[in-house]
């Protein structure tokens, strides 16, 4: 149980396009879901809270029009990186907790190249 | 804000041996939960812990959340090259954020 899906597992992209991740609870609904960005050889850094039906959550620092986050159901949210540039390369990766746990179970991220 | 110091940062063992590795917090933290992440992966949920002094075991891993809600270990048992890996430490301390460690690398040895 407590499995979670993201797709696209990884992306080359030009620099100015838009990229969605999508990243999906798929045996348990999932009233929160999280965005981490990771870079080489760091930790895991908490970019956004997304909450079923409301807007996002931002941390400090992440522009909340550069990383639009939907979460349209309990199964599902969806991370766009708008007019990505070459420093918005990176690993994504998100998360989900199953109703009121704390524990958050990851997908397997999403590596973004952009040239 | 909160931090989790985790230590060692990295260690280089011969299979079989038992590892150990900590994280303590600046603060108080009322969930604890132990990470493993392979390369080019999502981190992969070994432990949970929910409550102050509460030991649990998880095949030949164990974690334990400190009685002063501020530090918790893991130990591997009898370690196997597949526990090659960063093994991270995570905790909240109240709403449902994650704080992340900075990380153990395991390098096992055959």
């Known amino acids: 149980g407590a499995v979670v899906s993201q797709h696209p597992s990884w992306v080359i992209c030009k620099s100015g396009t838009s990229v969605k991740i999508e990243c999906r609870s798929l045996d348990f609904q999932a009233t929160t879901m999280f965005w981490y960005r990771q870079f080489p050889k760091q930790s895991l850094m908490l970019m956004a809270t997304?909450?079923?039906?409301?807007?996002?959550?931002?941390e400090q620092g992440v522009e909340k029009d550069k990383f639009l986050i939907n979460h349209a159901s309990l199964t599902l949210s969806t991370l766009t990186v708008t007019s990505a540039h070459p420093e918005d390369s990176s690993f994504y990766i998100c998360?989900?907790?199953?109703?009121?746990?704390?524990?958050?179970?990851f997908g397997p991220g999403t590596r973004l190249l952009v040239l | 804000g909160q931090q989790l110091n985790q230590s060692p940062q990295s260690m280089f063992i011969q299979e079989g041996e038992d590892v150990s590795m900590n994280c303590t917090s600046s603060?108080?933290?009322?969930?604890w939960l132990w990470y493993k992440q392979d390369p080019g992966e999502g981190p992969v949920l070994l432990i949970a812990?929910?409550?102050?002094?509460e030991l649990t075991s998880n095949g030949r891993l164990t974690a334990q959340f400190g009685i002063t809600r501020k530090d918790s270990f893991l130990n591997i048992s009898a370690s196997i090259p597949s526990d090659v890996g960063i093994y991270f430490c995570a905790g909240t301390g109240g709403g449902n954020k994650l704080t992340f460690g900075t990380g153990t690398q395991l390098k096992v040895e055959l």
């Open positions: 603060s108080i933290f009322n969930t």
């Open positions: 997304s909450n079923e039906g409301s807007k996002a959550t931002y």
């Open positions: 812990l929910y409550k102050a002094g």
């Open positions: 998360s989900a907790s199953p109703g009121s746990q704390e524990t958050q179970y």
